[in-house]
């Protein structure tokens, strides 16, 4: 987003200075529906979303590692798990249409959880894993627990596939000396 709006207006810090208070109300709509997503209404919330908007973790990271200050992932990573969690996946008996932008949906989030941060991939998985147990000691049945694995496995493999250009690179231009011998 930042590089794409730098290129575009020509300005260096645009983009990330967008990136960075876009963020704020970015996580606060995402952490609501979170929230709600948990049973919790009305003020209360509200009040917890936009608390765990501004925490200090948002704005004391944002100049040193933007990214992972956005929160946003970690949002969706969360709201990805909640949604396993309700069985949804499997009891989701509506109209075909209905249903292509339901996993339309799981697809975008795995996708913004897969590249926009690996300790959030780490994070989602991890919680992926401890639902999927949960489900499991809940007798969900073996077919449920194929499908509401699969957004997991695919945050993995599209995690994966965003590390091939850097492997890349690192293959086609590696350091002159080791680690050991740089420090």
């Known amino acids: 987003f930042a590089m794409i709006v730098n290129a575009v207006t020509d300005s260096t810090f645009l983009g990330i200075n967008l990136l960075i208070l876009l963020s ?8 609501y529906l979170t929230i ?10 509200i009040a917890l979303a936009v608390a765990f908007a501004v925490i200090p973790f948002h704005w004391g990271r944002a100049l040193g590692h933007t990214y992972l200050s956005t929160l946003y992932s970690a949002v969706v ?27 339309a949906a799981i697809v975008v989030m795995a996708i913004v959880v897969a590249w926009t941060g690996v300790y959030y991939v780490a994070f989602t998985l991890i919680l992926g894993v401890a639902v999927l147990i949960w489900r499991f000691a809940h007798r969900a049945p073996a077919r449920a627990l194929a499908v509401e694995a699969a957004p997991f496995a695919g945050i993995g493999v599209l995690a994966a596939v965003g590390f091939v250009p850097a492997l890349l690179t690192l293959r086609s231009d590696p350091p002159l000396a080791s680690l050991g011998e740089r420090m």
């Open 24 to 31: 704020f109300p970015l996580v606060a709509v995402l952490a």
């Open 36 to 45: 709600r997503m948990t049973g919790l209404k009305g003020p209360l919330a």
């Open 77 to 103: 990573g969360l709201a990805l798990v909640l949604l396993v969690r309700s069985g949804l996946f499997t009891h989701l008996r509506t109209p075909l249409g209905r249903r292509v932008w339901f996993w």
